[in-house]
């Protein structure tokens, strides 16, 4: 067994550079690393040059895992490169995620889907991963049959420009300038846009909305779920926040929630609303762990199988760059790199 | 105020960074089927509320639309998914919680008071 792997990443925008972070923060094992992106050029990450590459089919001789941080095309344009190299490629892009042949893993959620790849993991939707890590110990232990979600997405989840715009739209807005509109389909700053991604013309949701219930059913191996979601856009820098009203097919109490959730890794209870204790996205910034909290009996059913929850994950970590270095570390843990 | 004693309701309010104009995520389940057109084709003869519904040109309730606006705004209307039948919509809508929620609904109170000869 190898000691030591061979590490390229392909993109270095907000997720690439949190992978390059990530993968230092968790020291992983890595020999060489290989940064790749649209042109050949000197780059300073994070305090480090590197020499990047533009990435070609045959880049990838020699690497062990490709951490892929850009776009669907380019994902899809470079896969038989990585596969044919003998790398393991993990995605973050929408490009294979329904593909049967690639699994959708979240490590805390359906590790066990990592043994069967041929050579592709994908990682999900960033709302998705953040909401299964906390549904998906409950799911286990209760069986879940219907979820609806309310997203409140922040702006860095549409990438650095999102971010840089609305932190741009509010040094306009003190200043009693314009604001500059282009990441987004209107002014972020001072408004909500229940828009993200483009729509469904069949039945009207968004695509943001679609993944959530299409990768909950493909990692939960639960293809009957129930699930409807409205995802806004909130002005907000970092961490999704998501109001997840669940339903199960047997009864669940909140006590016995927060235990499931207390034992679970990847997800922490923050439930203590008497002492202003409950999931923010604030408080999620940064963190690995997605935060649980406000959990209640769901009061509209005469029966104990609903709850309520709101859950804070930071996006860039739980739901891109973390995600990808945690499928990693398990790809070597399970010798299957 | 509906009368409706059984209505079974649950709800999760999250304060957000944002000036004026409430916003609601609603998830809506009907004792008959209701389709998306019926339910915009009644709103658009109703009072108080406009339907901003067209999302392939960038139009549905947004708390800036909302501001200062008489009517609360009601738009990405449509079936929910996660029912096997036709009796549940998803809704979205953005209100001024200044004028609708205080200001303006009072002084129509007001108005009503007087048209039905009770002041």
Same mark, same amino acid.
Request: charged share 25%.
């Given at each position: 067994?190898?000691?030591?792997?061979?590490?390229?990443?392909?993109?270095?925008?907000?997720?690439?550079?949190?992978?390059?972070?990530?993968?230092?923060?968790?020291?992983?094992?890595?020999?060489?690393?290989?940064?790749?992106?649209?042109?050949?050029?000197?780059?300073?990450?994070?305090?480090?040059?590197?020499?990047?590459?533009?990435?070609?089919?045959?880049?990838?001789?020699?690497?062990?895992?490709?951490?892929?941080?850009?776009?669907?095309?380019?994902?899809?344009?470079?896969?038989?490169?990585?596969?044919?190299?003998?790398?393991?490629?993990?995605?973050?892009?929408?490009?294979?995620?329904?593909?049967?042949?690639?699994?959708?893993?979240?490590?805390?959620?359906?590790?066990?889907?990592?043994?069967?790849?041929?050579?592709?993991?994908?990682?999900?939707?960033?709302?998705?991963?953040?909401?299964?890590?906390?549904?998906?110990?409950?799911?286990?232990?209760? &069986?879940?049959?219907? +979820?609806?979600?309310?997203?409140? @997405?922040?702006? *860095?989840?549409?990438?650095?420009? =999102? !971010? /840089?715009?609305?932190?741009?739209?509010?040094?306009?807005?003190?200043?009693?300038?314009?604001?500059?509109?282009?990441?987004?389909?209107?002014?972020?700053?001072?408004?909500?846009?229940?828009?993200?991604?483009?729509?469904?013309?069949?039945?009207?949701?968004?695509?943001?909305?679609?993944?959530?219930?299409?990768?909950?059913?493909?990692?939960?191996?639960?293809?009957?779920?129930?699930?409807?979601?409205?995802?806004?856009?909130?002005?907000?820098?970092?961490?999704?926040?998501?109001?997840?009203?669940?339903?199960?097919?047997?009864?669940?109490?909140?006590?016995?929630?927060?235990?499931?959730?207390?034992?679970?890794?990847?997800?922490?209870?923050?439930?203590?609303?008497?002492?202003?204790?409950?999931?923010?996205?604030?408080?999620?910034?940064? &963190?690995?762990?997605? +935060?649980?909290?406000?959990?209640? @009996?769901?009061? *509209?059913?005469?029966?104990?199988? =609903? !709850? /309520?929850?709101?859950?804070?994950?930071?996006?860039?970590?739980?739901?891109?760059?973390?995600?990808?270095?945690?499928?990693?570390?398990?790809?070597?843990?399970?010798?299957?790199? | 105020?509906?009368?409706?004693?059984?209505?079974?309701?649950?709800?999760?309010?999250?304060?957000?960074?944002?000036?004026?104009?409430?916003?609601?995520?609603?998830?809506?389940?009907?004792?008959?089927?209701?389709?998306?057109?019926?339910?915009?084709?009644?709103?658009?003869?109703?009072?108080?509320?406009?339907?901003?519904?067209?999302?392939?040109?960038?139009?549905?309730?947004?708390?800036?639309?909302?501001?200062?606006?008489?009517?609360?705004?009601?738009?990405?209307?449509?079936?929910?998914?996660?029912?096997?039948?036709?009796?549940?919509?998803?809704?979205?809508?953005?209100?001024?919680?200044?004028?609708?929620?205080?200001?303006?609904?009072?002084?129509?109170?007001?108005?009503?008071?007087?048209?039905?000869?009770?002041?």
């Amino acid at each position: 067994m190898k000691t030591k792997y061979n590490v390229g990443l392909v993109g270095v925008g907000a997720v690439g550079t949190e992978m390059i972070k990530v993968l230092k923060e968790r020291a992983f094992p890595c020999g060489k690393v290989q940064v790749f992106a649209s042109r050949e050029r000197d780059e300073q990450i994070l305090g480090e040059t590197y020499h990047v590459l533009k990435a070609d089919e045959n880049s990838f001789a020699g690497m062990d895992i490709v951490l892929f941080a850009g776009k669907t095309d380019v994902a899809i344009q470079l896969k038989d490169a990585v596969v044919k190299a003998g790398a393991k490629m993990i995605d973050n892009s929408r490009a294979f995620r329904q593909d049967p042949d690639v699994p959708l893993v979240v490590p805390q959620v359906n590790a066990e889907d990592l043994d069967w790849n041929k050579g592709v993991i994908a990682n999900p939707n960033c709302t998705t991963a953040i909401m299964l890590e906390a549904v998906a110990p409950l799911h286990r232990a209760k &069986k879940l049959k219907r +979820l609806i979600a309310s997203t409140y @997405q922040a702006a *860095s989840g549409a990438g650095a420009p =999102g !971010l /840089e715009e609305l932190e741009l739209q509010m040094k306009e807005y003190v200043e009693g300038k314009p604001l500059t509109v282009k990441a987004f389909q209107h002014q972020l700053t001072y408004n909500l846009i229940p828009h993200i991604d483009k729509f469904d013309e069949q039945n009207w949701y968004t695509l943001e909305e679609l993944k959530m219930r299409n990768e909950a059913r493909k990692m939960l191996h639960h293809p009957d779920l129930l699930l409807s979601c409205t995802c806004v856009r909130v002005p907000i820098a970092r961490a999704h926040s998501e109001s997840l009203n669940l339903e199960f097919e047997e009864e669940i109490t909140p006590g016995e929630a927060r235990e499931i959730l207390q034992a679970s890794e990847g997800v922490r209870v923050v439930d203590d609303p008497l002492n202003g204790g409950y999931p923010m996205p604030l408080d999620a910034t940064g &963190k690995y762990d997605v +935060l649980a909290g406000r959990i209640r @009996q769901d009061i *509209s059913r005469t029966d104990r199988r =609903g !709850l /309520e929850m709101f859950v804070s994950g930071d996006q860039l970590l739980r739901g891109a760059a973390l995600n990808a270095v945690e499928i990693a570390e398990h790809l070597v843990k399970r010798g299957l790199v | 105020m509906l009368h409706a004693p059984e209505l079974m309701i649950s709800c999760t309010s999250v304060r957000v960074p944002i000036a004026r104009a409430h916003s609601e995520s609603l998830n809506l389940e009907f004792e008959e089927d209701i389709t998306p057109e019926e339910a915009r084709e009644i709103l658009r003869t109703a009072e108080g509320v406009k339907v901003v519904d067209d999302p392939l040109n960038g139009l549905y309730p947004m708390p800036l639309d909302a501001t200062a606006k008489y009517d609360v705004l009601a738009g990405r209307i449509r079936q929910d998914i996660s029912r096997n039948d036709k009796k549940g919509l998803d809704m979205f809508i953005s209100g001024d919680q200044l004028l609708r929620g205080a200001a303006l609904n009072a002084v129509e109170i007001a108005e009503h008071l007087v048209k039905r000869g009770l002041v």
